[in-house]
């Protein structure tokens, strides 16, 4: 059973332009939510992570919104560039990872 | 500093076969996690070890083993291997183990069983 949903499972954006991403978590013992970016044959890198006691969180070009009465959070990407065509994973954490199924990102220049 | 290796970085072996793959986590860092990746879904956890000893374990068949050494690095066994094993193996470390630390991935070693 996915404890994490994720969506879209791609998009397609123009360079410039912004990606958002969505996931929807059941458990609440979650306390910890990071987002992974993974290129092919790569492991997955950690790019930026939010507690449910913050509401947002930016870094760089990258936002994190996190809705905890909804047990929902979204992964923005502003500006993006064709170096951010990869594959995102939201994921959520008590112990262990539970990882959604991954949206790919294709930035086109 | 180095971050997650593992070893091998690609592996082919035949049904029934054994293997081992091995993870040395970030210096200082004393948890490590094991994930399998089949291609094009998002990573499944298998085990964590903290302090040598097992934390926790994903629902996967006894087939699956592992064990942590004293210098926290850390391996994973495979046993009786079947086609469906075929997927990239991640281990991932962290500073310790409990709610709400950051994991830190491998390259991970791409497995394929024939």
């Known amino acids: 059973q996915q404890q994490v949903k994720q969506s879209p499972q791609s998009l397609i954006v123009q360079k410039g332009g912004i990606s958002i991403i969505n996931c929807a978590y059941e458990n609440t013992a979650f306390d910890y939510f990071p987002w992974y970016q993974q290129f092919p044959g790569k492991g997955p890198a950690l790019l930026i992570a939010i507690r449910p006691d913050v509401s947002e969180k930016k870094e760089g070009r990258f936002t994190i919104s996190f809705n905890k009465s909804a047990k929902q959070f979204s992964l923005h990407i502003m500006d993006s560039q064709p170096g951010d065509s990869a594959t995102y994973f939201c994921?959520?954490?008590?112990?262990?990872?539970?990882f959604g199924a991954g949206t790919t990102v294709t930035v086109r220049a | 500093d180095a971050g997650v290796t593992q070893s091998p970085t690609h592996l082919i072996k035949t049904r029934g076969q054994h293997v081992t793959l091995r993870c040395s986590p970030i210096s200082g860092h004393k948890s490590v996690s094991w994930y399998q990746q089949v291609l094009g879904q998002g990573p499944q956890f298998i085990f964590q070890?903290?302090?040598?000893?097992e934390r926790g374990r994903g629902n996967f068949p006894d087939r699956f083993s592992a064990r942590q050494f004293p210098n926290y690095s850390s391996e994973l066994n495979v046993n009786a291997l079947l086609l469906g094993d075929s997927a990239l193996y991640l281990c991932?470390?962290?500073?310790?183990w409990g709610r709400g630390y950051e994991q830190y991935f491998g390259p991970g070693t791409r497995l394929t069983v024939t």
């Open positions: 991932a470390s962290s500073l310790v």
């Open positions: 994921a959520a954490n008590d112990y262990k990872l539970s």
């Open positions: 070890y903290y302090e040598k000893e």
